[in-house]
């Protein structure tokens, strides 16, 4: 578990699959505004369930490390994980997150990508974590800028999202540490 001031943020564990279920519900048409189209069967427990558990298996690989974004009262407000972990000469990862919609603007994004990133460096040891933003994502973009991170380009066309090849804003990190 890693502790901010407002929120914490740990790994899921399948106790959190209805939780985390009624969070994708209750945002679905805001979160996928940013992200793939899901089909019915996503938004099934067994679903989550199944997602979880290969979040277990993907952290023992090293390959990926899913977090809930938890409130101090431990209610799941949000997601955000590393994927696409890369070894050897690379170092590195992609970071993402979902809030919920009702608690936009209120820091907590900002505080769990501070966790996350701190925990990427010292305890993974990565290098780099790169975040892609669709450019009209001020808010997200802001929230990586408040974290250290800056941009490096725009990549065109390349995620599908609903539909349609959405350019996005490349953002980095690198650990200040590594020379």
Known sequence: MLI???IYIRPFSTEDAENLL????????FFE????ERNEEFYTLDSQIRRIKQYEEDRHNDLAYNFGIFKNDGKLIGT????????FSLQ?????YFLDKKQNGKGYTTEAVQLLVDYAFNELKLHRIEAGVMPH????IRVLEKS??????IAIKN??????????????????NDK
């Open 4 to 6: 901010g001031q407002n």
């Open 22 to 29: 009624g969070l994708l519900l209750e945002n679905r048409s």
């Open 33 to 36: 505004k940013f992200s793939m």
């Open 80 to 87: 955000i994980n590393l994927f696409q972990v890369w070894r």
């Open 92 to 96: 590195s990862a992609f970071i993402g």
């Open 137 to 140: 994502n001020i808010g997200s």
């Open 148 to 153: 250290g991170f800056h941009k490096e380009g």
């Open 159 to 176: 995620v599908k999202i609903n539909g349609r090849w959405e350019d996005h804003q490349v953002l980095a990190i690198i650990d200040p």
